[in-house]
């Protein structure tokens, strides 16, 4: 499988991209190609709502008119088979460079036609309270709230607090390695 990580921390050696680099460690291991992406290094700007009402072209189109790292980032979800995010939690909540993100690909995806290659794609989501370790599980319920709505699968979300971060670093190795019988795991 393709798998595409995306990483709402700056630092590529802190405790949210260990916990990325955990899974993507595991899937490597069994065989699957994965690409990295930190969020903040990239250019992803906050929706502008362009117009009086709140939408944009985001509604008739399923594109966003900001001329950004977005749409490439889009596109790499689409091509890949499965998405693993990993987010710093912040106020017990999404860091803003996911939260931005994810805020303007929940409204493209509005669209049918933009649903292509997200709809339905197995996704895991990792919340890291790496500061007092609280707030992962309010995180990880925004995860599941925000990618449902862009209309990943959510296969699971792991919640992790910096007093638990070794131990969730082997589960989430374990998470990867799996990563193929999760994306084939049926609802019903
Ligand atoms: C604005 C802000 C808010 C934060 N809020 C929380 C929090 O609610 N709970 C927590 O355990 N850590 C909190 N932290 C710490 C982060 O979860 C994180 O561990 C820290 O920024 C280190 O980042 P890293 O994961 O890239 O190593 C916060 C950090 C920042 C910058």
Known sequence: MKIISIVGSRSEKGQTARAGQAFVKGARGAGHEVKEHYLPKMHIERCRQCENNGW????????????DDFAALVDGIRSADFAVFANPVYFGDLSESLKTFLDRLRRITRVEA??????GKPAVGISVAGGGGGGAALC????????STCGFKVVDLVPVRRQ???VKLDILEMTGTHAADYAASKDE
Do not use: W, Y
């Open 56 to 67: 944009g072209i985001c509604r008739s189109e399923g594109k966003c008119i900001i001329e």
């Open 114 to 119: 933009a649903t292509k290659g997200i709809a």
């Open 140 to 147: 990880s319920l925004s995860m599941e709230k925000v990618l």
């Open 164 to 166: 638990n971060l070794a």
